[in-house]
């Protein structure tokens, strides 16, 4: 895993490399093994890499790569699973290699594809995670893509005829940006913000599956090669043949999750894994151990908190630990260190991303590096593929709702708004009663809300809301429409996790905490023939009643304890809820002062107060949505207000 960054420029502008090498300090922490770059002014061309090396560590590996004519080069941030598949192809077309890397595998692999002007086949040809630039030197153009489930992030700016693009927007020409207004809404809404759109309005994401040509400064083409699979996308007829018993979703499962795990193995590096003592990390354990038997496993303690619904899982990961006979070491998060670490936390995220649970991802990673691992295996991507949610239960549910008048359950909502929102119980109770107010699909698109537009907007200042009026895209909605109408609402549901959640959310904040570690992250559940495979299960096997990963949990009772399988749920968080009120209350104060927002200008400062004091009396429970507040000051202190510095290590 690297850190990649490059431009295309109008060759009539005068112009050097002094921002690739600029770009490389600011990537540091991507790939402390190595660093390069090249510059082809003719073309207006250039690219600049940072590498963690995992596969050939050798100097064969580096990169920027040329291929052995020279017409070609690449950076590449990723891995392919599959490469050495891919390989003996490349050799059977007569292609010979130097290294043993993938990078050169994938090299080879556009040049056939591209002389058969097959892109999206090449693209459609990958297993694995990646955000790579390859340069065509005699085409003058560069293509840049991302792979479909956007497990590596990219993102670009263009402006005066030029292009650039890097692995984090830190890396990005950062002067004259300003903020855009729909992208604040929706980082508040959702505490990530779907789609393309970033804080800056000039810096946006390459999506998920797509891919760019190049040319000059400009965007010549876009591809959207990749779509996520569906029970209503065409099936083979071998598909067809599928038997619909449970015995076969559950073997299948089971084998498909192993093939999985040890395809992502391949590594010249130790290789480590996440061990919550969950369902999905123990999963990933169970059938890594298989590989390497004493596979090196990291997990967290924190202090329990009633009132974030949080419990201690160290036992359940001492539990697998023990059963599976693997070694697992233990960090503690001590509520003194968060609050300057999360000053930090926002500039190494380049997003306000107000999710506490990347901490849990950055601690685990600088202690696995502590102990020599460079590659970590995560359960992220379970719960989006067959689900775990809470929101995926209540979707099997609330078709009920509609039984009772809309009248009725508009007035028991309001009813329970006055209810003391400290207690988790009725929280939730409170949410799914305001649910029940709302049509179907707009249920589907609020279980993802954490504050209501109603509820958002007073807390803007009146410039900002002007600012916002007709501003507001909608991802989300649009992506939701768009899917066949007779698709289960449970699928429905994951479409949506997968399509925004997990890239948005899950993978961007995994990505930038393992990476500010120097530790790459790979994600089995993710893997695309699982993937394939996982949507062609039905809900029911998937959700049962209440009982959410039902086939999951039925595949992985050879291979790990009951209580384990069957435990309730908790989410891989943080107690922010009672740090806010108690460790973090002066923090919150200082970024949240009347002072301070009113010099912004985003919020207004009366309304924030009201905020502060009804969540800290329990008349609401505004948590994330302060948080959500409080990092978006932080992003702006960081990038608007001064000069963009080194990461946090």
């Not at 792979?147 to 005829?161: I, M, S, T």
Request: glycine share 6%; aromatic share 12%.
């Amino acid at each position: 895993m690297c850190g990649i960054s490059g431009f295309s420029f109008n060759s009539k502008i005068s112009t050097n490399s002094d921002w690739l090498i600029s770009s490389l300090n600011k990537l540091h922490h991507r790939g402390p093994d190595n660093s390069g770059y090249l510059f082809e002014p003719s073309l207006g061309a250039g690219l600049a890499h940072t590498r963690l090396s995992i596969l050939d560590t050798s100097t064969m590996g580096n990169q920027p790569m040329y291929s052995s004519d020279g017409s070609l080069a690449i950076v590449f941030n990723g891995e392919i699973y599959n490469f050495r598949e891919l390989r003996s192809f490349l050799i059977s077309n007569g292609f010979t290699f130097g290294s043993r890397s993938d990078t050169e595998v994938l090299l080879y692999l556009y040049s056939y594809y591209s002389s058969l002007n097959q892109l999206t086949a090449f693209l459609n040809s990958l297993n694995g995670i990646f955000a790579f630039a390859i340069l065509d030197l005699q085409a003058a153009t560069i293509f840049v893509a991302r792979d479909g489930l956007g497990v590596k992030p990219l993102y670009y700016r263009q402006f005066n005829d030029s292009f650039y693009f890097a692995s984090e927007i830190k890396a990005l020409p950062l002067s004259g940006i300003e903020l855009d207004p729909s992208s604040i809404y929706h980082y508040l809404t959702y505490l990530w913000c779907p789609g393309s759109g970033t804080p800056a309005s000039c810096i946006r994401k390459v999506l998920p599956g797509e891919a760019l040509i190049l040319s000059q400064g400009s965007v010549l083409q876009r591809l959207q090669w990749f779509s996520l699979p569906s029970s209503t996308m065409p099936i083979s007829p071998q598909q067809r043949r599928i038997s619909h018993s449970s015995h076969f979703y559950i073997s299948q499962t089971a084998s498909m999750l192993r093939s999985a795990v040890h395809r992502q193995m391949v590594s010249d590096v130790p290789v480590g894994a996440f061990l919550s003592g969950g369902l999905d990390s123990s999963s990933i354990v169970a059938f890594a151990r298989e590989v390497k038997h004493d596979i090196h496993c990291f997990t967290v303690d924190y202090p329990d908190s009633p009132a974030d619904g949080i419990v201690s899982e160290i036992p359940y990961a001492q539990s697998v630990s023990r059963h599976l006979g693997v070694p697992l070491e233990v960090v503690r998060i001590e509520p003194g260190r968060i609050a300057s670490d999360l000053s930090q936390l926002i500039f190494q995220l380049d997003e306000p991303l107000a999710d506490p649970a990347s901490l849990n991802v950055l601690y685990i990673c600088q202690l696995a590096r502590q102990h020599g691992i460079k590659v970590l295996l995560s359960g992220a991507g379970g719960d989006d593929i067959f689900t775990g949610y809470r929101r995926h239960r209540a979707a099997i549910f609330d078709s009920i709702l509609d039984i009772f008048p809309r009248l009725a359950r508009v007035k028991i909502a309001e009813l329970s708004a006055s209810f003391d929102q400290r207690y988790t119980f009725i929280r939730r109770f409170t949410k799914f009663l305001e649910l029940s107010t709302l049509d179907r699909n707009q249920r589907l698109l609020h279980y993802f809300r954490w504050i209501s537009r109603r509820d958002l907007e007073p807390l803007f200042t009146s410039d900002f809301r002007e600012a916002l009026r007709n501003s507001i895209d909608d991802p989300i909605s649009a992506y939701l429409q768009s899917l066949p109408a007779g698709l289960h609402r449970l699928d429905k549901l994951l479409l949506l996790e997968q399509r925004f959640f997990l890239p948005d959310h899950n993978l961007a904040y995994t990505d930038k905490m393992s990476m500010a570690a120097g530790i790459e992250v790979r994600v089995p559940f993710l893997d695309l023939d699982l993937l394939q495979f996982s949507s062609l299960i039905p809900p029911h096997y998937k959700q049962r009643g209440v009982h959410g990963k039902w086939v999951l949990k039925k595949a992985m009772e050879p291979y790990l304890p009951r209580h384990v399988i069957y435990r309730s749920k908790t989410g891989f968080g943080l107690p922010l809820r009672r740090w806010l009120r108690v460790e973090l209350r002066d923090w919150l104060a200082h970024l949240l002062s009347s002072h301070r927002l009113s010099q912004r200008g985003l919020f207004d400062p009366i309304a924030v107060q009201k905020l502060i004091l009804a969540n800290e009396e329990g008349r609401i429970d505004a948590t994330y949505t302060l948080f959500s507040l409080a990092s978006i000051e932080l992003w702006c202190t960081r990038f608007l207000d001064s000069n963009v510095s080194h990461p946090m290590v």
